[in-house]
């Protein structure tokens, strides 16, 4: 059976990233380079519900380049908004006090090794993007208003405020007041946001009072570094000033008088452009969690969390593997098992080294394509069971480098290595981190005194020298499997639960744990033999 490479299915629209990537060509035409944005502000740790957009735009961004198109992959970080609430989780709580309603960029990093708190969390999520195979093209927001590049998006907004008032008025329950602007100003003096008073003179400066200093003052908008868009307004500026193509958003965005909603009139109405094709993404959160993750709230769970468990293609397959408008759960149980068991079987899928229905075969091969991070192997690569990994290295005392011995004979490429290290990594984490208890073992040094009948102990006696001469001829697991139970049927009124409890004991002081008889020959001959001699 063909155990080759996946071949490219470029022209098959079979996924929904494909779907996506036609949408975007055949409403915006053909381009010499597509746009696609994403983008997070900075304002704590970046957690791993804010990732699902990042790696939506990722997906799309793949099925456009398997169709030979170029793509921009931008990524803004809104870096330039308030400092309005400290995440539970920062240290030096009583200096970043000191920052509220401040820039983001301007607070210092509170474990002082960044220029600025938002850098501090920006290289943070960057360096997780790395790990997972995705490469994006930052947009420092701060930069770009403190550089004047909005500059003159800023004068038509202000000139436009009763055209914008009339359109966001619509999907308002109370209207906006009548001294209302749709810019935030940083005060020259404190550097805050707390404006008493601004007003336009209606061609290009805002003259303000500063509710927090007092400070009066004049801002010339055509050199002004301090003045900023409001999200809702910044959004669909921005889809003109870099020409986006396509951007997804949460389906808080997505409603009907939202930012999108209300960006597609905006971008018509004031910057003279279009909105970008746009794709709306349920959340994602962890299983057992409190729900929708928060950064402000300091309780989140990061990509570098999630790779401590799962591999970095499992996490691409796990999200390339749902839908955009299905929320699902990540999980760190017991579940952890039948995700790697889905990928694996996902990959067999694809090398054809296991057939199945074609449609759903199909679709395994595309998510696998989507999953990878590198070039996939030329041949399937090797496939420990992560359960039975988990066995192995607990068999060896937690030891790596012995568990990996267990799988020598298996390896023959580069890949089979990287795929061995990096699952066992993730076994070791799960199992230290989040394996329930009766999961866990540790297979004992010495022998166990234990309470034994006399036809128990019978048992152990006649298996113990049974394995002293046999061992060898118990090839398979079955072999052993059929020997342990013709012994236990030629001593009578043995059943399985006089026996196999006892047994799990000796080697491990539990009353159950892996099949018995591949745990056997795992532990090896001379270390079965002697936990088990009476």
Not at 104 to 121: N, R
Not at 286 to 315: A, C, F, H, Q, R
Not at 345 to 354: C, M, N
Request: proline fraction near 5%; hydrophobic fraction near 30%.
């Amino acid at each position: 059976m063909s155990q080759d490479k996946p071949s490219n299915q470029q022209n098959k629209l079979i996924h929904w990233a494909d779907f996506a990537a036609d949408r975007i060509i055949r409403q915006n035409g053909e381009k010499e380079t597509y746009t696609l944005a994403s983008g997070i502000t900075p304002s704590g740790v970046v957690h791993f519900g804010n990732f699902r957009e990042t790696i939506t735009v990722d997906l799309v961004a793949r099925a456009l380049r398997n169709r030979g198109k170029n793509v921009r992959f931008i990524f803004s970080w809104d870096d330039y908004d308030t400092f309005r609430k400290i995440p539970a989780n920062m240290p030096k709580q009583d200096l970043l006090k000191n920052y509220m309603f401040q820039p983001i960029v301007d607070t210092p990093d509170p474990y002082e090794k960044e220029e600025s708190y938002a850098a501090h969390h920006e290289k943070n999520y960057e360096s997780q993007l790395q790990k997972v195979g995705i490469a994006v093209e930052p947009i420092y927001q701060a930069k770009k208003y403190k550089s004047g590049d909005y500059n003159e998006n800023i004068i038509k907004t202000l000139k436009n405020t009763n055209k914008i008032k009339e359109i966001l008025n619509v999907h308002r329950s109370t209207p906006l007041p009548p001294d209302w602007l749709p810019v935030s100003l940083y005060c020259e003096k404190c550097n805050t946001d707390k404006m008493k008073l601004v007003q336009f003179n209606g061609e290009d400066s805002l003259n303000y009072e500063c509710e927090n200093c007092g400070f009066e003052g004049n801002e010339d908008l055509e050199t002004s570094k301090r003045v900023k868009l409001p999200w809702r307004l910044d959004w669909p500026m921005r889809w003109v000033y870099e020409n986006v193509d396509f951007e997804p958003g949460g389906k808080d965005h997505s409603s009907q008088g939202g930012s999108f909603s209300t960006g597609k009139e905006l971008v018509k109405e004031i910057y003279g452009g279009k909105p970008p094709i746009y794709l709306q993404y349920d959340f994602v959160s962890i299983k057992g969690g409190s729900g929708k993750m928060s950064s402000s709230s300091g309780e989140v769970v990061t990509v570098n969390d999630v790779l401590e468990v799962y591999e970095p293609e499992i996490l691409r397959y796990i999200f390339a593997s749902y839908k955009t408008n299905i929320d699902f759960s990540v999980s760190f149980d017991l579940d952890v098992l039948k995700v790697y068991e889905d990928f694996d079987k996902a990959e067999r899928l694809s090398f054809g080294v296991e057939q199945g229905n074609e449609k759903k075969a199909a679709m395994a091969k595309r998510v696998y394509e989507l999953s990878q991070i590198i070039e996939p192997s030329d041949k399937c690569p090797i496939q420990p069971s992560f359960r039975h990994l988990c066995n192995i290295i607990q068999i060896n005392d937690g030891d790596l480098n012995k568990a990996k011995k267990h799988y020598s004979e298996q390896i023959i490429s580069d890949w089979d290595v990287r795929r061995l290290e990096n699952r066992s990594k993730c076994a070791q984490n799960w199992l230290k981190n989040y394996a329930p208890e009766d999961f866990k073992f540790s297979v004992h040094n010495e022998p166990q005194k234990l309470e034994l009948d006399q036809n128990q102990l019978q048992f152990f006696n006649t298996l113990t020298e049974d394995l002293k001469v046999n061992w060898a001829q118990y090839k398979t697991d079955k072999d052993l499997h059929e020997k342990l139970y013709e012994i236990m049927h030629s001593i009578e009124g043995l059943t399985p639960g006089d026996i196999f409890p006892k047994v799990y004991q000796a080697i491990i002081g539990k009353i159950k744990g892996p099949k018995l008889a591949g745990f056997l020959r795992t532990i090896g001959k001379e270390r079965t033999i002697n936990l088990l001699q009476r």
